[in-house]
Protein backbone atom coordinates (compact mmCIF):
# COMPACT_ATOMS: atom_id res chain seq x y z
CA UNK A 1 0.00 0.00 0.00
CA UNK A 2 2.76 2.52 1.37
CA UNK A 3 5.02 2.86 -2.44
CA UNK A 4 6.98 5.63 -0.88
CA UNK A 5 9.98 4.29 1.72
CA UNK A 6 9.22 7.35 4.57
CA UNK A 7 11.55 5.85 6.95
CA UNK A 8 14.63 5.62 4.58
CA UNK A 9 13.83 8.69 2.84
CA UNK A 10 14.09 10.45 6.24
CA UNK A 11 17.01 8.67 7.26
CA UNK A 12 19.04 9.34 3.91
CA UNK A 13 17.96 13.07 3.82
CA UNK A 14 20.11 13.92 7.66
CA UNK A 15 23.38 12.19 5.85
CA UNK A 16 25.57 14.01 8.84
CA UNK A 17 22.71 12.72 11.59
CA UNK A 18 22.76 9.21 9.98
CA UNK A 19 26.90 8.78 10.05
CA UNK A 20 26.19 9.63 13.90
CA UNK A 21 23.84 7.30 14.30
CA UNK A 22 25.47 4.17 12.48
CA UNK A 23 29.01 5.48 14.36
CA UNK A 24 27.25 4.97 17.60
CA UNK A 25 25.59 1.73 16.99
CA UNK A 26 28.56 0.17 15.23
CA UNK A 27 30.43 1.31 18.70
CA UNK A 28 27.92 -0.66 20.65
CA UNK A 29 28.12 -3.56 18.52
CA UNK A 30 32.04 -3.69 18.54
CA UNK A 31 31.87 -3.31 22.32
CA UNK A 32 28.63 -6.47 22.20
CA UNK A 33 31.27 -8.65 20.30
CA UNK A 34 35.07 -7.52 21.81
CA UNK A 35 33.21 -8.82 25.52
CA UNK A 36 31.44 -11.99 24.43
CA UNK A 37 34.57 -12.80 22.22
CA UNK A 38 36.97 -11.94 24.70
CA UNK A 39 34.24 -13.85 27.30
CA UNK A 40 34.18 -17.12 25.02
CA UNK A 41 37.82 -17.24 24.05
CA UNK A 42 38.76 -17.13 27.53
CA UNK A 43 36.06 -20.47 28.71
CA UNK A 44 37.52 -21.93 24.95
CA UNK A 45 41.05 -21.72 26.25
CA UNK A 46 40.69 -22.97 29.09
CA UNK A 47 39.13 -26.19 28.43
CA UNK A 48 41.29 -26.65 24.82
CA UNK A 49 43.15 -29.04 26.87
CA UNK A 50 41.07 -30.69 28.46
CA UNK A 51 38.89 -31.13 24.91
CA UNK A 52 41.78 -32.98 23.71
CA UNK A 53 42.67 -35.64 25.84
CA UNK A 54 41.42 -39.04 24.47
CA UNK A 55 39.75 -40.77 27.24
CA UNK A 56 36.79 -41.73 28.57
CA UNK A 57 36.63 -41.49 32.95
CA UNK A 58 38.97 -39.05 34.30
CA UNK A 59 40.05 -39.14 38.07
CA UNK A 60 41.39 -36.05 39.99
CA UNK A 61 42.01 -35.18 43.39
CA UNK A 62 38.73 -33.75 45.57
CA UNK A 63 40.68 -30.65 46.23
CA UNK A 64 41.34 -29.70 42.53
CA UNK A 65 39.82 -27.09 41.15
CA UNK A 66 41.23 -25.81 37.81
CA UNK A 67 44.10 -26.66 35.41
CA UNK A 68 45.94 -24.09 37.64
CA UNK A 69 45.35 -25.95 41.10
CA UNK A 70 45.68 -29.04 40.84
CA UNK A 71 46.28 -31.25 43.69
CA UNK A 72 47.67 -34.44 43.21
CA UNK A 73 45.81 -38.21 44.03
CA UNK A 74 47.81 -41.77 44.97
CA UNK A 75 48.88 -43.05 41.32
CA UNK A 76 47.35 -46.70 42.96
CA UNK A 77 43.97 -45.29 42.32
CA UNK A 78 44.55 -45.07 38.79
CA UNK A 79 45.95 -49.04 38.75
CA UNK A 80 43.16 -49.97 40.67
CA UNK A 81 40.37 -49.03 37.94
CA UNK A 82 42.73 -50.78 35.44
CA UNK A 83 40.68 -54.15 36.92
CA UNK A 84 37.36 -52.96 36.69
CA UNK A 85 36.00 -54.80 33.67
CA UNK A 86 35.31 -52.12 30.84
CA UNK A 87 38.47 -50.58 31.20
CA UNK A 88 40.59 -50.73 28.58
CA UNK A 89 43.90 -48.16 29.56
CA UNK A 90 44.95 -46.17 31.42
CA UNK A 91 47.54 -43.03 31.75
CA UNK A 92 48.18 -40.63 34.01
CA UNK A 93 48.89 -37.14 33.77
CA UNK A 94 51.31 -35.02 35.88
CA UNK A 95 50.67 -30.79 35.64
CA UNK A 96 52.86 -28.22 37.44
CA UNK A 97 53.74 -24.88 36.56
CA UNK A 98 57.68 -24.46 36.39
CA UNK A 99 59.60 -21.29 35.66
CA UNK A 100 61.38 -21.18 32.56
CA UNK A 101 63.78 -19.32 31.72
CA UNK A 102 63.90 -17.89 27.91
CA UNK A 103 67.04 -18.60 25.92
CA UNK A 104 67.26 -15.82 23.60
CA UNK A 105 66.73 -12.64 26.08
CA UNK A 106 69.19 -9.91 24.92
CA UNK A 107 68.11 -7.36 27.26
CA UNK A 108 69.62 -6.30 30.78
CA UNK A 109 71.81 -9.02 32.33
CA UNK A 110 69.38 -10.65 34.25
CA UNK A 111 67.71 -13.90 32.75
CA UNK A 112 63.96 -13.24 31.49
CA UNK A 113 61.94 -15.99 33.10
CA UNK A 114 57.97 -16.67 33.30
CA UNK A 115 56.18 -19.67 34.52
CA UNK A 116 55.16 -22.27 32.04
CA UNK A 117 52.80 -25.22 32.58
CA UNK A 118 54.79 -28.12 32.16
CA UNK A 119 52.28 -31.22 31.29
CA UNK A 120 53.87 -35.32 31.83
CA UNK A 121 52.98 -37.74 29.73
CA UNK A 122 53.94 -41.48 29.35
CA UNK A 123 55.80 -41.90 25.92
CA UNK A 124 53.78 -43.91 23.96
CA UNK A 125 50.73 -43.63 25.51
CA UNK A 126 49.45 -40.59 23.01
CA UNK A 127 47.13 -39.56 25.03
CA UNK A 128 46.56 -35.65 23.76
CA UNK A 129 44.47 -35.19 20.32
CA UNK A 130 46.67 -32.11 19.72
CA UNK A 131 48.59 -31.03 16.21
CA UNK A 132 52.37 -31.97 16.60
CA UNK A 133 52.23 -34.23 19.64
CA UNK A 134 51.32 -37.97 17.50
CA UNK A 135 54.39 -37.50 15.67
CA UNK A 136 56.86 -36.16 18.42
CA UNK A 137 55.89 -39.49 20.63
CA UNK A 138 59.72 -40.41 20.16
CA UNK A 139 61.38 -37.28 20.80
CA UNK A 140 59.40 -37.78 24.94
CA UNK A 141 61.28 -40.77 25.30
CA UNK A 142 65.07 -38.71 25.37
CA UNK A 143 65.50 -37.64 29.28
CA UNK A 144 65.56 -33.74 29.70
CA UNK A 145 63.44 -33.08 26.23
CA UNK A 146 60.36 -31.07 26.06
CA UNK A 147 58.06 -30.39 23.06
CA UNK A 148 56.89 -26.27 23.26
CA UNK A 149 53.50 -25.09 22.93
CA UNK A 150 54.06 -22.53 19.61
CA UNK A 151 51.09 -20.82 20.32
CA UNK A 152 52.47 -19.75 23.79
CA UNK A 153 53.08 -15.81 24.57
CA UNK A 154 55.83 -14.45 23.25
CA UNK A 155 57.22 -13.61 26.33
CA UNK A 156 58.92 -17.52 26.34
CA UNK A 157 61.36 -16.23 23.23
CA UNK A 158 61.13 -16.78 19.41
CA UNK A 159 61.02 -20.79 20.16
CA UNK A 160 58.80 -21.69 17.33
CA UNK A 161 60.44 -19.41 14.98
CA UNK A 162 63.98 -20.63 15.38
CA UNK A 163 63.37 -24.26 15.86
CA UNK A 164 61.63 -24.11 12.48
CA UNK A 165 65.07 -22.17 11.41
CA UNK A 166 67.16 -25.05 12.44
CA UNK A 167 69.40 -26.73 10.19
CA UNK A 168 70.69 -30.37 10.78
CA UNK A 169 74.00 -30.32 12.39
CA UNK A 170 72.88 -27.21 14.41
CA UNK A 171 72.87 -27.11 18.10
CA UNK A 172 69.29 -27.63 19.74
CA UNK A 173 67.77 -24.97 21.56
CA UNK A 174 68.92 -25.10 25.56
CA UNK A 175 67.25 -23.69 28.24
CA UNK A 176 66.30 -24.32 31.90
CA UNK A 177 62.82 -25.40 33.73
CA UNK A 178 62.57 -25.02 37.53
CA UNK A 179 66.26 -24.58 37.21
CA UNK A 180 67.11 -27.55 35.10
CA UNK A 181 68.63 -27.65 31.93
CA UNK A 182 66.03 -28.95 29.18
CA UNK A 183 66.51 -29.41 24.91
CA UNK A 184 63.15 -27.75 22.98
CA UNK A 185 62.78 -31.27 20.80
CA UNK A 186 59.61 -30.38 19.11
CA UNK A 187 56.95 -27.75 18.81
CA UNK A 188 53.28 -28.58 19.54
CA UNK A 189 49.96 -26.61 19.37
CA UNK A 190 47.31 -25.86 22.10
CA UNK A 191 47.60 -22.29 23.00
CA UNK A 192 47.70 -19.93 25.89
CA UNK A 193 44.80 -19.47 28.29
CA UNK A 194 43.86 -16.69 31.07
CA UNK A 195 45.25 -19.48 33.75
CA UNK A 196 48.94 -20.54 31.64
CA UNK A 197 50.61 -18.14 29.20
CA UNK A 198 52.54 -21.09 27.74
CA UNK A 199 52.67 -24.92 27.24
CA UNK A 200 54.75 -28.01 27.28
CA UNK A 201 55.04 -31.40 26.82
CA UNK A 202 57.54 -33.74 28.55
CA UNK A 203 57.29 -37.40 29.42
CA UNK A 204 56.64 -38.63 33.01
CA UNK A 205 60.00 -38.85 33.99
CA UNK A 206 61.71 -36.07 32.79
CA UNK A 207 58.57 -33.98 34.66
CA UNK A 208 59.83 -36.06 37.90
CA UNK A 209 63.15 -34.59 37.09
CA UNK A 210 62.43 -31.06 36.55
CA UNK A 211 59.64 -31.24 39.38
CA UNK A 212 62.31 -33.34 41.75
CA UNK A 213 60.59 -32.46 44.99
CA UNK A 214 57.40 -34.24 44.21
CA UNK A 215 56.64 -37.22 45.62
CA UNK A 216 57.24 -40.37 43.34
CA UNK A 217 53.29 -42.28 43.49
CA UNK A 218 51.10 -39.04 43.67
CA UNK A 219 49.61 -37.70 39.99
CA UNK A 220 47.72 -35.11 39.09
CA UNK A 221 45.15 -36.81 36.52
CA UNK A 222 44.49 -40.67 36.02
CA UNK A 223 43.11 -40.69 32.24
CA UNK A 224 40.98 -43.81 31.79
CA UNK A 225 39.86 -45.49 28.51
CA UNK A 226 37.42 -47.82 28.00
CA UNK A 227 36.78 -50.81 25.60
CA UNK A 228 35.19 -50.11 21.93
CA UNK A 229 31.58 -50.99 22.85
CA UNK A 230 31.57 -50.41 27.48
CA UNK A 231 28.97 -48.36 28.60
CA UNK A 232 30.31 -44.87 30.12
CA UNK A 233 27.49 -45.18 32.93
CA UNK A 234 27.46 -48.64 33.91
CA UNK A 235 31.20 -48.86 34.35
CA UNK A 236 31.07 -45.74 36.21
CA UNK A 237 28.61 -47.27 38.66
CA UNK A 238 31.55 -49.99 39.25
CA UNK A 239 34.20 -47.28 39.80
CA UNK A 240 31.53 -45.89 42.39
CA UNK A 241 30.89 -49.77 44.16
CA UNK A 242 34.70 -50.70 43.97
CA UNK A 243 37.05 -47.58 44.76
CA UNK A 244 38.31 -47.48 48.51
CA UNK A 245 36.45 -45.32 50.55
CA UNK A 246 33.60 -43.22 51.23
CA UNK A 247 31.13 -41.94 48.28
CA UNK A 248 29.63 -38.21 48.25
CA UNK A 249 28.09 -36.42 46.20
CA UNK A 250 27.55 -32.54 46.02
CA UNK A 251 24.44 -32.09 47.16
CA UNK A 252 23.76 -29.78 44.44
CA UNK A 253 24.22 -31.91 41.66
CA UNK A 254 21.03 -33.04 39.80
CA UNK A 255 20.80 -37.16 40.07
CA UNK A 256 21.49 -37.11 36.19
CA UNK A 257 24.80 -35.32 36.79
CA UNK A 258 25.51 -37.02 40.26
CA UNK A 259 26.29 -40.27 37.95
CA UNK A 260 29.32 -38.50 35.73
CA UNK A 261 30.66 -36.51 38.87
CA UNK A 262 31.18 -38.34 42.24
CA UNK A 263 33.76 -38.32 44.97
CA UNK A 264 34.91 -41.83 46.32
CA UNK A 265 37.36 -41.92 49.45
CA UNK A 266 40.48 -39.80 48.12
CA UNK A 267 39.24 -39.24 44.23
CA UNK A 268 37.19 -37.45 42.12
CA UNK A 269 35.63 -39.45 39.30
CA UNK A 270 34.41 -37.55 36.06
CA UNK A 271 33.17 -38.51 32.80
CA UNK A 272 34.69 -36.44 29.94
CA UNK A 273 31.97 -34.21 29.10
CA UNK A 274 31.75 -33.67 33.45
CA UNK A 275 35.63 -33.11 33.41
CA UNK A 276 35.55 -30.39 30.91
CA UNK A 277 32.28 -28.63 32.09
CA UNK A 278 34.08 -28.35 35.98
CA UNK A 279 36.96 -26.59 34.40
CA UNK A 280 34.84 -24.16 32.25
CA UNK A 281 32.06 -23.84 35.45
CA UNK A 282 35.40 -23.05 37.67
CA UNK A 283 36.15 -20.05 35.43
CA UNK A 284 32.39 -18.76 34.79
CA UNK A 285 30.90 -19.07 37.97
CA UNK A 286 34.05 -18.94 40.29
CA UNK A 287 35.95 -16.18 38.86
CA UNK A 288 34.81 -12.44 38.02
CA UNK A 289 35.80 -12.88 34.28
CA UNK A 290 32.00 -14.11 33.14
CA UNK A 291 30.46 -11.20 35.33
CA UNK A 292 33.19 -8.55 34.43
CA UNK A 293 32.82 -9.80 30.73
CA UNK A 294 28.80 -9.74 30.90
CA UNK A 295 28.70 -6.20 32.16
CA UNK A 296 30.88 -5.18 29.59
CA UNK A 297 28.51 -6.81 26.62
CA UNK A 298 25.45 -4.83 29.21
CA UNK A 299 27.03 -1.35 29.33
CA UNK A 300 27.36 -1.78 24.98
CA UNK A 301 23.81 -2.74 24.99
CA UNK A 302 23.00 0.19 27.04
CA UNK A 303 25.40 3.10 25.31
CA UNK A 304 23.79 1.75 21.89
CA UNK A 305 19.87 1.95 23.26
CA UNK A 306 20.73 5.66 24.53
CA UNK A 307 22.56 6.66 21.37
CA UNK A 308 19.81 5.38 19.01
CA UNK A 309 17.11 7.04 21.19
CA UNK A 310 18.54 10.35 21.37
CA UNK A 311 19.15 9.54 16.88
CA UNK A 312 15.46 8.88 16.77
CA UNK A 313 14.34 11.18 19.31
CA UNK A 314 15.94 14.29 17.31
CA UNK A 315 14.97 13.01 14.22
CA UNK A 316 11.05 12.30 15.58
CA UNK A 317 10.79 15.67 17.10
CA UNK A 318 12.39 17.61 13.75
CA UNK A 319 9.33 16.06 11.89
CA UNK A 320 6.48 16.31 14.23
CA UNK A 321 4.59 19.10 12.24
CA UNK A 322 4.92 16.97 9.37
CA UNK A 323 4.03 13.96 11.23
CA UNK A 324 1.28 15.92 12.31
CA UNK A 325 0.63 17.01 8.67
CA UNK A 326 0.18 13.10 8.06
CA UNK A 327 -2.15 12.79 10.40
CA UNK A 328 -4.29 15.48 9.10
CA UNK A 329 -4.35 14.20 5.74
CA UNK A 330 -6.15 11.19 7.65
CA UNK A 331 -2.62 8.83 8.31
CA UNK A 332 -3.06 6.65 11.26
CA UNK A 333 -1.32 6.92 14.31
CA UNK A 334 0.20 3.29 13.13
CA UNK A 335 1.72 4.58 10.25
CA UNK A 336 3.69 6.71 11.94
CA UNK A 337 4.95 4.37 14.47
CA UNK A 338 5.92 1.72 12.09
CA UNK A 339 8.18 4.74 10.27
CA UNK A 340 9.72 5.04 13.79
CA UNK A 341 10.02 1.32 14.21
CA UNK A 342 10.97 1.10 10.60
CA UNK A 343 14.24 3.79 11.13
CA UNK A 344 15.00 1.66 14.13
CA UNK A 345 15.59 -1.33 12.25
CA UNK A 346 17.05 0.10 8.92
CA UNK A 347 19.53 2.03 11.91
CA UNK A 348 20.40 -1.40 13.41
CA UNK A 349 20.75 -3.42 10.55
CA UNK A 350 23.57 -0.67 8.51
CA UNK A 351 24.97 -0.06 11.88
CA UNK A 352 25.73 -4.06 12.59
CA UNK A 353 27.21 -4.21 9.00
CA UNK A 354 30.39 -2.17 9.83
CA UNK A 355 30.63 -3.01 13.47
CA UNK A 356 30.81 -6.73 12.64
CA UNK A 357 33.93 -5.97 9.62
CA UNK A 358 35.23 -4.14 11.96
CA UNK A 359 35.35 -6.73 14.63
CA UNK A 360 36.78 -9.44 12.48
CA UNK A 361 39.60 -7.07 12.49
CA UNK A 362 40.07 -6.82 15.94
CA UNK A 363 39.79 -10.46 16.71
CA UNK A 364 42.38 -10.71 14.24
CA UNK A 365 44.34 -8.41 16.24
CA UNK A 366 43.35 -9.63 19.55
CA UNK A 367 44.50 -13.29 18.49
CA UNK A 368 48.11 -12.41 17.11
CA UNK A 369 48.65 -9.97 20.64
CA UNK A 370 47.16 -12.72 22.81
CA UNK A 371 47.51 -15.83 21.38
CA UNK A 372 43.72 -16.38 22.71
CA UNK A 373 41.76 -18.56 20.76
CA UNK A 374 39.14 -15.33 19.63
CA UNK A 375 37.29 -15.73 16.14
CA UNK A 376 34.00 -14.26 14.62
CA UNK A 377 31.63 -17.41 15.24
CA UNK A 378 27.83 -17.60 13.29
CA UNK A 379 26.33 -18.28 16.58
CA UNK A 380 28.00 -15.14 18.20
CA UNK A 381 26.98 -12.85 14.97
CA UNK A 382 23.18 -13.58 15.14
CA UNK A 383 23.13 -12.87 19.10
CA UNK A 384 24.87 -9.49 18.72
CA UNK A 385 22.51 -9.18 15.74
CA UNK A 386 19.61 -10.10 17.54
CA UNK A 387 20.92 -7.53 20.71
CA UNK A 388 21.59 -5.19 18.17
CA UNK A 389 17.75 -5.09 16.81
CA UNK A 390 16.33 -5.34 20.39
CA UNK A 391 18.60 -2.41 21.30
CA UNK A 392 17.43 -0.62 18.18
CA UNK A 393 13.54 -1.37 19.13
CA UNK A 394 13.73 -0.40 22.42
CA UNK A 395 15.32 3.18 21.72
CA UNK A 396 11.98 3.20 18.67
CA UNK A 397 9.67 2.41 21.32
CA UNK A 398 10.84 4.88 23.76
CA UNK A 399 10.72 7.60 21.41
CA UNK A 400 7.21 6.81 19.22
CA UNK A 401 5.84 7.73 22.18
CA UNK A 402 6.77 11.39 21.27
CA UNK A 403 4.73 10.56 18.14
CA UNK A 404 1.71 10.61 19.88
CA UNK A 405 2.29 14.36 20.64
CA UNK A 406 1.88 15.17 16.48
CA UNK A 407 -1.30 16.77 17.19
CA UNK A 408 -2.93 17.36 13.60
CA UNK A 409 -5.02 20.39 15.53
CA UNK A 410 -2.14 22.49 15.73
CA UNK A 411 -1.12 22.88 12.47
CA UNK A 412 -3.24 25.09 11.69
CA UNK B 1 -14.14 9.36 -1.90
CA UNK B 2 -18.10 8.76 -1.43
CA UNK B 3 -20.19 9.89 -4.02
CA UNK B 4 -23.02 12.25 -2.25
CA UNK B 5 -25.72 13.27 -4.12
CA UNK B 6 -25.04 17.25 -5.37
CA UNK B 7 -28.29 18.50 -3.30
CA UNK B 8 -26.88 17.52 0.39
CA UNK B 9 -24.76 19.56 1.64
CA UNK B 10 -21.24 19.15 2.24
CA UNK B 11 -20.99 20.65 5.83
CA UNK B 12 -23.82 21.33 7.84
CA UNK B 13 -23.51 23.13 11.25
CA UNK B 14 -25.98 23.30 13.86
CA UNK B 15 -26.28 24.60 17.27
CA UNK B 16 -22.32 24.21 17.62
CA UNK B 17 -20.57 25.65 20.99
CA UNK B 18 -16.87 24.80 21.75
CA UNK B 19 -15.04 25.60 24.54
CA UNK B 20 -11.19 25.29 25.71
CA UNK B 21 -9.85 24.59 29.07
CA UNK B 22 -12.10 23.49 32.02
CA UNK B 23 -12.98 24.50 35.31
CA UNK B 24 -12.49 28.64 36.06
CA UNK B 25 -10.59 28.58 32.78
CA UNK B 26 -13.05 27.21 30.76
CA UNK B 27 -13.21 30.17 27.79
CA UNK B 28 -15.64 29.27 25.53
CA UNK B 29 -14.57 30.34 21.85
CA UNK B 30 -17.85 29.66 19.54
CA UNK B 31 -21.04 30.28 19.76
CA UNK B 32 -23.85 28.73 18.29
CA UNK B 33 -22.68 28.30 14.85
CA UNK B 34 -24.86 27.72 12.44
CA UNK B 35 -24.03 27.37 8.48
CA UNK B 36 -24.84 24.70 5.31
CA UNK B 37 -22.36 24.69 2.72
CA UNK B 38 -23.57 23.24 -1.18
CA UNK B 39 -21.24 20.99 -2.74
CA UNK B 40 -18.85 22.85 -5.27
CA UNK B 41 -19.39 26.06 -3.16
CA UNK B 42 -16.37 28.70 -2.31
CA UNK B 43 -16.48 30.30 0.70
CA UNK B 44 -14.53 32.76 2.15
CA UNK B 45 -14.31 32.84 6.13
CA UNK B 46 -12.78 36.31 7.68
CA UNK B 47 -12.42 38.03 10.76
CA UNK B 48 -10.19 39.14 13.30
CA UNK B 49 -7.38 36.63 14.56
CA UNK B 50 -8.45 35.11 17.84
CA UNK B 51 -12.32 34.87 16.50
CA UNK B 52 -12.76 31.51 16.27
CA UNK B 53 -12.06 31.08 12.43
CA UNK B 54 -9.65 28.90 12.79
CA UNK B 55 -11.28 26.67 15.72
CA UNK B 56 -14.39 26.32 13.32
CA UNK B 57 -12.02 25.24 10.52
CA UNK B 58 -10.41 22.24 12.86
CA UNK B 59 -13.98 21.03 13.98
CA UNK B 60 -15.12 20.77 10.23
CA UNK B 61 -11.86 19.47 9.32
CA UNK B 62 -12.35 16.87 11.54
CA UNK B 63 -9.00 17.33 13.28
CA UNK B 64 -10.92 18.23 17.02
CA UNK B 65 -13.42 16.09 18.66
CA UNK B 66 -17.33 18.45 18.35
CA UNK B 67 -18.36 19.11 22.19
CA UNK B 68 -22.01 20.64 21.39
CA UNK B 69 -24.85 20.69 18.50
CA UNK B 70 -24.49 18.59 15.41
CA UNK B 71 -21.74 18.99 13.06
CA UNK B 72 -22.63 17.15 9.46
CA UNK B 73 -19.23 17.22 7.05
CA UNK B 74 -19.73 14.55 4.26
CA UNK B 75 -22.92 13.09 5.48
CA UNK B 76 -21.03 11.62 8.12
CA UNK B 77 -22.20 13.21 11.87
CA UNK B 78 -19.25 14.35 13.56
CA UNK B 79 -19.68 14.50 16.80
CA UNK B 80 -19.51 11.63 19.57
CA UNK B 81 -17.97 9.90 16.18
CA UNK B 82 -15.18 7.23 17.02
CA UNK B 83 -11.29 8.35 15.68
CA UNK B 84 -11.46 6.15 13.29
CA UNK B 85 -14.36 7.66 11.64
CA UNK B 86 -12.77 10.51 12.18
CA UNK B 87 -9.39 9.24 10.32
CA UNK B 88 -11.51 7.88 7.64
CA UNK B 89 -13.13 11.37 6.58
CA UNK B 90 -9.96 13.04 6.80
CA UNK B 91 -8.11 11.15 3.61
CA UNK B 92 -11.78 12.77 1.70
CA UNK B 93 -10.69 16.59 2.57
CA UNK B 94 -7.95 18.48 0.98
CA UNK B 95 -6.02 20.58 3.85
CA UNK B 96 -4.25 23.79 2.82
CA UNK B 97 -2.11 25.28 5.34
CA UNK B 98 -0.03 28.66 5.96
CA UNK B 99 2.74 27.47 6.31
CA UNK B 100 2.73 24.30 3.66
CA UNK B 101 4.13 21.70 5.88
CA UNK B 102 5.62 19.63 2.78
CA UNK B 103 7.96 17.03 4.10
CA UNK B 104 11.58 18.00 3.74
CA UNK B 105 12.45 14.17 2.75
CA UNK B 106 10.43 13.64 -0.05
CA UNK B 107 10.56 15.27 -3.53
CA UNK B 108 7.86 17.21 -4.73
CA UNK B 109 6.05 14.33 -6.47
CA UNK B 110 6.56 11.74 -3.67
CA UNK B 111 4.49 14.62 -0.98
CA UNK B 112 1.82 14.67 -3.85
CA UNK B 113 1.35 10.83 -3.81
CA UNK B 114 1.86 10.52 0.20
CA UNK B 115 -2.13 11.88 -0.51
CA UNK B 116 -2.87 9.35 -3.59
CA UNK B 117 -1.27 6.27 -1.20
CA UNK B 118 -4.59 7.01 1.35
CA UNK B 119 -6.77 5.24 -1.06
CA UNK B 120 -5.74 1.84 -1.41
CA UNK B 121 -7.41 1.19 -5.21
CA UNK B 122 -5.14 3.66 -6.68
CA UNK B 123 -2.78 1.01 -7.89
CA UNK B 124 0.90 2.68 -7.51
CA UNK B 125 2.22 3.28 -11.46
CA UNK B 126 -1.36 5.33 -11.21
CA UNK B 127 -0.50 7.10 -8.07
CA UNK B 128 2.97 8.61 -9.50
CA UNK B 129 1.16 9.32 -12.75
CA UNK B 130 -1.58 11.23 -10.88
CA UNK B 131 1.24 13.27 -8.72
CA UNK B 132 2.48 14.10 -11.99
CA UNK B 133 -0.17 15.27 -13.20
CA UNK B 134 -1.36 17.54 -11.05
CA UNK B 135 1.95 19.16 -10.39
CA UNK B 136 1.30 19.91 -13.58
CA UNK B 137 -1.75 21.42 -13.29
CA UNK B 138 -0.42 23.86 -10.67
CA UNK B 139 2.51 24.71 -13.04
CA UNK B 140 5.08 22.74 -11.45
CA UNK B 141 6.04 20.03 -14.59
CA UNK B 142 9.41 20.81 -14.30
CA UNK B 143 9.80 20.77 -10.34
CA UNK B 144 8.30 17.48 -9.90
CA UNK B 145 11.75 15.84 -8.98
CA UNK B 146 12.69 18.95 -6.78
CA UNK B 147 12.88 18.60 -2.59
CA UNK B 148 10.47 21.17 -0.63
CA UNK B 149 14.07 23.49 -0.05
CA UNK B 150 14.74 23.92 -3.44
CA UNK B 151 11.83 25.17 -4.15
CA UNK B 152 10.23 29.02 -4.28
CA UNK B 153 7.50 30.16 -1.25
CA UNK B 154 4.84 30.46 -3.97
CA UNK B 155 5.67 26.85 -5.68
CA UNK B 156 5.56 24.63 -1.94
CA UNK B 157 2.69 26.20 -1.65
CA UNK B 158 1.36 25.13 -4.96
CA UNK B 159 3.12 22.05 -4.25
CA UNK B 160 0.52 21.88 -1.07
CA UNK B 161 -2.26 22.43 -3.18
CA UNK B 162 -1.74 19.78 -5.51
CA UNK B 163 -0.97 17.60 -2.46
CA UNK B 164 -4.74 18.70 -1.22
CA UNK B 165 -6.60 17.99 -4.50
CA UNK B 166 -4.83 15.53 -5.77
CA UNK B 167 -7.36 12.94 -4.64
CA UNK B 168 -10.51 15.03 -5.50
CA UNK B 169 -11.84 16.08 -2.79
CA UNK B 170 -15.49 17.07 -2.16
CA UNK B 171 -13.93 19.32 0.33
CA UNK B 172 -10.96 22.06 0.41
CA UNK B 173 -10.00 23.49 3.72
CA UNK B 174 -7.63 25.89 3.43
CA UNK B 175 -6.03 28.76 6.48
CA UNK B 176 -4.69 31.46 5.18
CA UNK B 177 -2.76 29.84 2.41
CA UNK B 178 -1.38 33.16 1.26
CA UNK B 179 -0.15 34.46 4.24
CA UNK B 180 3.50 34.01 3.52
CA UNK B 181 3.46 35.19 0.02
CA UNK B 182 3.89 38.27 -1.99
CA UNK B 183 0.95 39.60 -3.69
CA UNK B 184 1.39 38.00 -7.09
CA UNK B 185 2.38 35.12 -5.86
CA UNK B 186 -0.92 34.73 -3.57
CA UNK B 187 -2.84 35.40 -6.19
CA UNK B 188 -1.47 33.00 -8.40
CA UNK B 189 -2.18 30.19 -5.68
CA UNK B 190 -5.60 31.01 -4.92
CA UNK B 191 -6.48 31.44 -8.17
CA UNK B 192 -5.07 27.84 -9.20
CA UNK B 193 -7.17 27.05 -6.40
CA UNK B 194 -10.09 28.11 -7.14
CA UNK B 195 -9.76 27.03 -11.01
CA UNK B 196 -8.94 23.51 -9.98
CA UNK B 197 -11.38 23.27 -7.29
CA UNK B 198 -14.24 24.70 -9.25
CA UNK B 199 -12.82 21.89 -12.39
CA UNK B 200 -13.29 19.20 -9.51
CA UNK B 201 -16.39 20.18 -8.02
CA UNK B 202 -15.13 20.56 -4.51
CA UNK B 203 -15.97 23.04 -1.52
CA UNK B 204 -13.93 25.31 -1.06
CA UNK B 205 -13.66 26.68 3.16
CA UNK B 206 -10.71 29.46 2.85
CA UNK B 207 -10.03 31.64 6.01
CA UNK B 208 -8.42 34.73 5.19
CA UNK B 209 -7.42 37.98 6.65
CA UNK B 210 -6.19 38.90 2.54
CA UNK B 211 -8.55 41.18 1.40
CA UNK B 212 -7.39 40.92 -2.44
CA UNK B 213 -8.73 37.61 -2.99
CA UNK B 214 -12.26 38.24 -1.21
CA UNK B 215 -13.34 38.34 -5.24
CA UNK B 216 -12.80 34.18 -5.86
CA UNK B 217 -15.41 33.72 -3.16
CA UNK B 218 -19.12 32.51 -4.01
CA UNK B 219 -20.09 33.96 -0.52
CA UNK B 220 -18.37 35.27 2.43
CA UNK B 221 -19.11 34.83 5.81
CA UNK B 222 -17.78 37.00 8.61
CA UNK B 223 -16.77 35.76 12.35
CA UNK B 224 -16.25 37.93 15.11
CA UNK B 225 -15.63 36.98 18.66
CA UNK B 226 -17.02 33.39 18.17
CA UNK B 227 -20.63 34.54 16.28
CA UNK B 228 -21.05 33.72 12.91
CA UNK B 229 -22.00 37.72 12.10
CA UNK B 230 -22.91 37.80 8.52
CA UNK B 231 -23.99 35.50 6.16
CA UNK B 232 -24.41 37.73 3.21
CA UNK B 233 -23.75 36.69 -0.74
CA UNK B 234 -20.61 37.69 -2.23
CA UNK B 235 -20.09 41.40 -2.09
CA UNK B 236 -17.86 43.04 -4.75
Keep these: MFAIPLAWLQLKREKIRLLVALAGIGFAVILMFLQLGFQDALFDSAITFHRNIEGDIFLVSPQSTSLISMKSFPERRLYQSLGFSGVKSISPIYIGFGIWKNPFWEGPPTSQTRSILVIGTVPGDDILSLPGIHERQAQLRLSDVVLFDSASRAEFGPIPAKFEALQPGDPPIRTEVESRRIEVGGIFTMGASFGADGNLITSDLNFRRIFASRQKDLIDIGVIRLEPGADLLTTLERFKQNLPGELRIDPKKTPEQAKEDFVVGDVRVLSKAAFVAVEQNYWKESTAIGFIFTLGAAIGFVVGTVIVYQILYTDVADHLAEYATLKAMGYRNRYLLSVVFQEAIILSIMGFIPGYILCIGLYTLTRNATALPIAMTLARSITVLCLTVLMCSISGAIAVRKVQQADPADIF | ?236
Aim: glycine fraction near 6%; avoid cysteine; charge should be neutral.
Design chain 2, 1 to 236: MSDIPSDIPIVEIQNVNHSFGSGRLRKQILFNINATIKPGEVLIMTGPSGSGKTTLLTLIGALRATQEGSLKVLAQELRDAPESKLVELRRNIGYIFQAHNLLNSLKAWQNVQMSVELHPEVSKQDSRAMAEEMLAAVGLREWVNYYPSELSGGQKQRVAIARALVSKPKLVLADEPTAALDKKSGRDVVEIMQRLAKQQGSAIILVTHDNRILDIADRTLHMEDGYLTSLDAAPL
